[in-house]
């Protein structure tokens, strides 16, 4: 399995931006690239929800409709790395956000079976 390590969340305002990172462990960087990657959010008594997922090589994206046109997700497997950028943020926005791997591209969370920790996401209106 791939280690994964989220970063960048934090408190912003509605309609600002925040970026995440989603970096794989030097001990799982070989691997990386195998892996499909998204990223869920989960917020207190909401069940954890799809917000987008990225193929290997970057080349197949889906977003859920809640984000598309404003979060964008990307990857760099040279520095194993996946970004989420998140523009014109809402305080519904506001939640757990988690990277995981899975060795197919998929939606849904019991795909996936490597899961990093979460990064906090508030934002405020």
């Known amino acids: 399995q791939v280690q994964l390590v989220e970063s960048g969340g934090g408190l912003v305002q509605a309609g600002g931006s925040l970026s995440l990172s989603c970096a794989a462990s030097a001990a799982s960087g070989r691997t990386f690239s195998s892996y499909a990657v998204g990223w869920f959010r989960q917020s207190p008594g909401k069940e954890r929800e799809f917000v987008a997922v990225i193929s290997r090589v970057g080349n197949t994206i889906t977003y859920a409709k809640a984000v598309k046109g404003r979060f964008t997700i990307s990857r760099d497997n040279a520095k194993n790395t996946v970004y989420l950028q998140m523009n014109s943020l809402k305080p519904e926005d506001t939640a757990v956000y988690y990277c995981?791997?899975?060795?197919?591209?998929?939606?849904?969370?019991?795909?996936?079976?490597?899961w990093g920790q979460g990064t906090q996401v508030s934002v405020s209106s």
């Open positions: 995981a791997g899975s060795w197919k591209f998929a939606t849904n969370a019991t795909d996936f079976n490597s």
